[in-house]
């Protein structure tokens, strides 16, 4: 049988994001699947809201910061698979049975879906069209797998890996790859993670070309700081995460994109690529615990 899911939609002061995106899960979830929003510290009470209107469990954060909010929320539920979406995604039907599918197997650890945009921008930003449905395992690269949009995780394998990095990901300094990192350790446990390209959401580009450059920024620190946490580990003795990061997802593309007349994109990936460099170097000098950089703030059991 399927498992139950807690769907958790982390949100932070976007009160109309949030209910659509509420509205489209609802359409998707089935019977007896929990519906969690965890509040990143909202400075308004349209969070709360948004989430009592759609019959949502609020777990409410002091401090901003994704990761911290999706370990709240996996403290306070039971429930066997935890499905992530983020408040600016509209789930589509099927999506929540399709992703607590795979999770039959005992093996799989975590699963991810599909992210398709909304409309063609010039930018586009947390899309992952191109899935193919493989199965990862110990030593994989995580930057394939997916995105932290769409991704669902066995509650205990996540636990067992301490959870999301809170000092990585959306509200903090290092502002992604916080979904890396997790998928990651899980995998470095010996669960497997597998691509389910039929549980799609859509990923609303509601951000500005500004706006959305500073993301690769952000991106990039993450990136970095990940991959230099995955080295001083032990995890990745070869640096194969930090060429990646720093070089095939971003310094590589900038010439072929400035041949191709696609200045945006090569703008986007210098930025990327110095995220990245600069990201490293702080995650050389981080406190590390437990697989993290910080250590979990009472949210994790």
């Known amino acids: ?155 205990s394998a996540l636990l067992s890996a301490g959870g999301f990095d809170e000092a990585l990901g959306a509200g903090v300094a290092l502002g992604g790859a916080e979904d890396a990192d997790a998928l990651w350790r899980v995998l470095q446990l010996g669960w497997e993670g597998v691509q389910v390209p039929g549980a799609v959401v859509v990923h609303r580009q509601w951000r500005p070309e500004s706006t959305a450059m500073r993301s690769q920024w952000r991106y990039g620190l993450g990136a970095g700081a990940f991959a230099v946490k995955a080295h001083r580990l032990g995890m990745d003795p070869d640096w194969l995460l930090l060429r990646r990061a720093a070089w095939e997802r971003s310094a590589a593309l900038l010439p072929r994109h400035l041949r191709a007349g696609y200045q945006t994109g090569a703008a986007a990936d210098a930025l990327r690529f110095a995220g990245a460099l600069i990201g490293s170097v702080t995650g050389r000098f981080k406190r590390l615990g437990a697989g993290n950089f910080s250590p979990v703030t009472g949210a994790m059991p």
Do not use: K, Y
Not at 7 to 19: K, Q
Not at 41 to 48: E, F, K, V
Not at 78 to 102: K, N, Q, R, Y
């Open 1 to 155: 049988m399927e498992p139950r899911l807690a769907i958790v939609v982390p949100s932070r002061d976007r009160p109309e994001l949030l209910a659509d995106c509420l509205a489209a899960v609802a359409a998707s979830r089935r019977p007896g699947d929990e519906l969690i929003v965890a509040d990143s510290a909202s400075t308004t009470q349209g969070t709360a809201r948004a989430a009592d209107r759609a019959g949502a469990r609020v777990v409410r954060c002091d401090r901003p910061g994704a990761s911290a909010a999706r370990n709240a929320a996996a403290a306070s539920t039971d429930a066997e698979v935890l499905l992530f979406t983020d408040d600016d995604c509209l789930p589509a039907g099927g999506w929540a049975s399709a992703m607590a599918e795979p999770f039959v197997d005992p093996t799989v650890g975590w699963a991810t879906g599909r992210v398709a945009a909304d409309r063609e921008t010039r930018l586009p930003l947390s899309v992952t069209d191109g899935l193919a449905g493989r199965r990862f395992r110990r030593g994989d690269d995580p930057f394939d797998a997916g995105h932290g949009a769409n991704m669902a995780f066995r509650r």
